[in-house]
């Protein structure tokens, strides 16, 4: 859509680029730019309205095909600007992977999860490698401590296979998103190991919308984990997600009831009606669940295209159905 619609953008690269970039860069350096049109996941103005290219993606990179990532460039700007170090008011942080896809959404798709668009294929980083990278990772904790984990969901055999061999130094911080449950022995050993900050997605303390999701979790579970986090000193962050087709109001009156018996756990950011976004089942089998879904407005006001153009666009969407969620009582 962009290589179609604004002209100042040369080239687009669709999907993992790690070596559609690098084919790229070799047709230039021959002289002979031109190469990279039949290219899949290179879309520029002479190919992108080619229904084969439009739809194409890059080939990925075997994520065990492994490499130290490049932090100098961060650690120079770090240094040419210390302030947001100096006041305190941000902390950096290195980011690293372990894992691509879902090892859930593979076996049930989460209803309103637009994650892994093209493939939701479980890929994890073989054990010894993530071992080899996290040592690795560690020898920056002198001057950076802060470790995020770009990861979708953890691999379930870190807990046994890798957070037991690590070491970590003083002071660091990991962060990982997970998929309940997860026992107390694998909190033990990711404890150990250093995580100390965990996305769990509960997103509902109700078992019947945890249901309506396709969680394959309930609340008590959801609860219990929370529980197990104080005890750890895990910090769960998380959200309260409402609003989900079939959804009932007694879920709201339940929350209205039984959420002040749970101040002795860590709260969940804020509440947050649900979102309908590409690729997500909700967007795919939007008559299945009563869905009209359109891109939300501002993309008609950011984007200067015609007024079919956000709808391949957009990756955020509106139901224009007036769902029960959705009204208000006179």
């Avoid at 998103?177 to 250093?194: C, I, N, W, Y």
């Avoid at 609003?243 to 209205?256: D, I, L, M, S, T």
């Amino acid at each position: 859509m962009f290589a179609q619609h604004v002209p100042t953008v040369d080239f687009v690269f669709s999907g993992p680029a790690l070596n559609t970039f690098g084919e790229f860069v070799r047709c230039v350096l021959d002289g002979e730019p031109e190469r990279a049109d039949t290219v899949p996941g290179i879309l520029y103005e002479r190919n992108c309205r080619d229904p084969c290219f439009r739809k194409a993606v890059g080939a990925e990179r075997d994520i065990d095909d492994f490499f130290l990532p490049d932090y100098d460039s961060f650690f120079e700007a770090l240094q040419v600007h210390p302030e947001p170090r100096r006041t305190g008011t941000s902390k950096p942080m290195l980011f690293f992977e372990t894992s691509r896809g879902c090892w859930w959404g593979q076996r049930s798709h989460c209803t309103f999860c637009r994650l892994n668009g093209e493939s939701m294929a479980f890929r994890s980083m073989a054990p010894d490698l993530a071992v080899r990278q996290f040592e690795w990772l560690f020898g920056f904790a002198l001057a950076y401590t802060s470790f995020f984990c770009t990861d979708n969901v953890m691999p379930r055999n870190y807990a046994r296979g890798v957070f037991p061999w690590l070491d970590p130094p003083p002071g660091a911080e990991i962060f990982y998103e997970v998929k309940l449950p997860l026992s107390r022995q694998d909190l033990r050993a990711m404890t150990d190991a250093g995580v100390t900050v965990v996305q769990p997605g509960t997103d509902a303390l109700s078992s019947s919308t945890l249901k309506l999701m396709g969680k394959g979790t309930t609340a008590f579970q959801n609860l219990q984990f929370l529980k197990n986090c104080e005890e750890f000193g895990i910090k769960p962050e998380s959200n309260l997600l409402i609003g989900f087709p079939g959804e009932g109001p007694e879920v709201y009156r339940k929350y209205a009831e039984e959420l002040r018996d749970f101040v002795h756990l860590v709260p969940p950011h804020g509440v947050y009606t649900v979102r309908f976004d590409r690729f997500s089942p909700y967007f795919k089998r939007s008559d299945e669940y009563g869905l009209v879904l359109k891109p939300v407005d501002y993309y008609s006001l950011t984007y200067p295209f015609d007024e079919s153009a956000p709808a391949d666009l957009a990756y955020f969407f509106a139901d224009q159905n007036l769902a029960p969620y959705t009204a208000r009582s006179p």
